[in-house]
């Protein structure tokens, strides 16, 4: 009964329980997508999606084209890597890629030839209600496509027509509630009928009869140029786009069907489980390209935008650019007293150098003077109490318990009050007053968390093969001390009766006189 | 009188009755080994080292359990696991003598190696392939880094490296704060009384 009365309290589409409004500071909205010219080199690294890493199939000095696959993706959670542009492979090591460890990892350099040829290797699919969605599911496979909304998870994996969590209802995700990203936006206005034309290939995919594209009213006119190019196409009467009030952070998948369903994903849980199919645009545009034109995922859209960028726009960027040769395209060569941001400025981390490559993740550039990071970074203060963050938060955790918790190493204690839920939205970090980096204690507790975990299998590994080691040279004595008990039977005299043995002792013991 | 009777009668009979009971339970729910050891040995790393005195996790968790051994002998555990022990045990924490190092890993160079077996009965988990007058390699995803290998090395072929750190397995640190700086420096002064 009360479950009953919580849950129709609890489940009231249109709003998610906290959240901030801070200032957007989209002011790259009205500059349209700029084409930038082709790069010196393409860094690729080998690994630019959440999951398994992929193998180089291609060696040093051999000629690619731009769509060629040059990685070849392992394991199931994984997705090949193509060569961003024709031209030829210089090198294949180890490149810093953006990681807030500033580590590196396999990248495949291509010094591009100019000609910017494509493999022209897959055909296009433009009867795609016709086909099989399990053979268009492989085309987005091998294509490369993962969530470009940032996560960058696998997309195909999401795609699939699954009886035991048949889809309903698929979202477009055209929130994009981060300040300064408009990367989303511009694609919307610019290419609505693409969009239009993935979202109908991903209802066929799926078999949803439903469909909702959420965009925040700071964006009416993508609003605007989605529904008439949806207009434009048959049978999408089911479409709907929905105009939600602008608040941080609304486009994280879980808030986003939160707010249009009203339903709340479990914990541990993805949208399929409530049957929803979330997607962000920009992915659902590389999806209409992977059919339609029969494209590899080798381009993404991102803004580039910040304090210190003269020129702040939006670019498409091919995958592997170095952001160096972005940033030098908009007027910004030296790094001094710059900070480099990789994603948005609430989500987004640290970049340690400029010539880190443009990746799958990469929603955007943002390049800040050094002095107003130093600004939003104040000295940490101690806890007040005030709740602020609790309030905030938008998953209802209690941020300042758990920030105490990890800053003292009471990890399980933290776990227990459900740290793994924190999508690390930083609305708790920005409303504090203290300036707790709240968001970097949770981050800290959670990789914490993963160590004792591996540990503990190690450990667990470790135990068995002692063990297993343990019986081994057990079993082995036994072997050998049941060995020595046969071969000495063997050679011993056989046990006959005494006067026998007498006699043959006798023998052996006089062989002179047996002689004489 | 024979209400004097009845009550020592009765008292002797529910005794009786308890007796077997508990006699039955006893035989019914008896456990093998010391649960106490076996928990204790859960919580230890398992790198079979040997550091703490003991040949092995094992026997050093049933010493613990025993009371022949110290809470803070373990020291790949560290701090951490001297304050589970501490906690299951019910005594006071120790102070931890020795900083547990950098994970490490064994590597043999494999030109040197002169195919003598002894590191490979060494080994306490069978992380070592090799035979009789063949290189041995280490089995880098088994090897605990205990160390026990090299000693019995007649060639001294085998090095103890630091184990790469994968991408995968970064963490963040703590923020660098002076807050945060002041939880480590509080926590190192009142480790003893921390549980």
Redesign the interface.
């Known amino acids: 009964m009360l479950h009953t009365l919580l849950r129709s309290i609890a489940e009231r589409p249109g709003i998610f329980s906290g959240g901030i409004e801070p200032e957007m500071l989209k002011i790259t909205a009205g500059s349209p997508i700029a084409t930038p010219p082709i790069a010196p080199i393409y860094i690729v690294p080998i690994k630019q999606h959440i999951g398994e890493v992929c193998t180089p199939i291609v060696s040093v000095g051999e000629h690619v084209f731009r769509g060629q696959k040059i990685a070849r993706s392992q394991g199931y959670v994984s997705v090949p890597v193509h060569a961003p542009t024709s031209g030829t492979v210089v090198k294949i090591e180890d490149h810093a890629i953006p ?3 500033g ?3 396999p990248s495949i350099f291509i010094e591009p030839d100019g000609e910017d040829s494509h493999d022209e290797s897959l055909e296009a699919i433009c009867d795609y209600r016709g086909r099989d969605p399990g053979e268009l599911r492989e085309r987005v496979r091998v294509c490369g496509i993962a969530g470009l909304g940032g996560a960058v998870f696998p997309t195909f994996i999401k795609l699939l027509k699954d009886q035991r969590n048949p889809i309903e209802t698929v979202i477009i995700n055209g929130i994009e509630c981060e300040p300064y990203l408009t990367n989303d936006h511009r694609l919307m206005l610019e290419k609505p009928e693409a969009i239009a034309t993935g979202l109908d290939i991903i209802m066929h995919m799926v078999g949803a009869k439903k469909a909702i594209v959420a965009i925040e009213d700071n964006k009416a006119d993508a609003a605007e140029a989605i529904r008439s190019a949806l207009n434009s196409l048959p049978d999408m009467e089911h479409v709907e786009v929905r105009l939600l009030p602008t608040r941080y952070p609304q486009g994280s998948e879980k808030q986003l069907v939160q707010v249009l369903t009203g339903k709340e994903i479990p914990a541990r849980k993805l949208p399929m489980h409530i049957g929803v199919l979330c997607q962000n645009v920009g992915t659902t545009f590389a999806i209409s390209d992977a059919i339609i034109r029969g494209r590899p995922l080798t381009e993404r859209i991102i803004t580039v935008s910040g304090d210190a960028l003269p020129r702040p726009g939006n670019v498409r960027a091919r995958l592997g650019t170095p952001i160096r040769f972005i940033l030098a395209q908009h007027g910004l060569e030296h790094f001094e007293d710059t900070h480099l941001l990789h994603g948005g400025p609430m989500m987004g981390e640290r970049l340690k150098n400029p010539d880190i490559p443009v990746v799958k993740s990469t929603n955007g550039l943002l390049a800040m003077h050094s002095e107003t990071m130093m600004k939003a970074h104040k ?4 806890c007040i109490r005030c709740g602020h963050c609790g309030v905030a938060c938008p998953v209802s955790l209690v941020p300042n318990l758990l920030a105490d918790q990890c ?3 009471q990890f399980e204690k933290a776990e227990s009050y459900n740290l793994f839920d924190c999508i690390e939205c930083g609305a708790c970090s920005y409303v504090c007053p203290s300036n ?2 709240l968001v ?2 949770f ?2 507790g ?3 968390l ?2 004792i975990t ?2 503990k299998a ?6 068995e ?2 063990e ?2 343990g019986t ?1 040279i057990e079993r082995e004595a036994a072997a050998r001390a049941a060995k020595r008990k046969t071969v000495r039977t063997k050679h011993m005299p056989k046990p006959v009766d005494e006067k026998s043995s007498e006699e043959k002792s006798d023998i052996s013991a006089d062989p002179k006189g047996d002689g004489l | 009188m024979t209400q004097l009777l009845a009550a020592i009668l009765s008292f002797s009979a529910f005794a009786l009755l308890f007796g077997v009971v508990l006699a039955i339970a006893s035989r019914v729910f008896k456990i093998e080994g010391n649960p106490m050891a076996d928990n204790i ?1 859960t919580l ?5 080292c040997g550091q703490c005195g003991f040949p ?3 026997p050093y968790a049933a010493a613990v359990a025993s009371g022949e051994a110290e809470v803070n002998q373990c020291v790949p555990g560290g701090e ?1 696991t001297m304050l589970q022990i501490a906690g299951l045990m019910g005594v006071e924490p120790k102070n931890i003598e020795e900083e547990p190092t950098a994970p490490m890993i064994a590597f043999v160079r494999e030109d040197e190696c002169i195919g003598c077996t002894l590191c490979i009965k060494a ?5 070592i392939i090799g035979a009789p007058k063949q290189y041995h390699t280490i089995i880098t995803d ?1 090897c ?1 880094g205990c160390t026990l290998c090299v000693e019995p090395c007649p060639v001294d072929c085998i090095d103890m490296l630091i184990k790469p ?1 994968l ?1 995968e ?7 660098d ?4 700086q002041l ?1 480590i420096e509080r ?1 190192g002064q009142h480790a003893p009384h921390a549980t």
């Not at chain 2, 397995?169 to 923020?175: E, F, I, K, M």
């Open positions: 990681h807030p460890s580590m590196g990892l000295v940490e203060q101690p800053r003292n190493d707790i980096p970097h204690y981050r800290y959670k990789g914490q993963a160590q591996r540990a190690f450990a667990d590994i470790s135990k093969r002692s297993a080691r081994r | 040995e230890l790393p398992q790198t079979q092995g996790c094992k951490r080994c306490p988990v069978d992380a088994h605990t750190e991408l397995h970064w963490s963040w640190p703590l923020p704060t002076a807050r945060a939880a926590k």
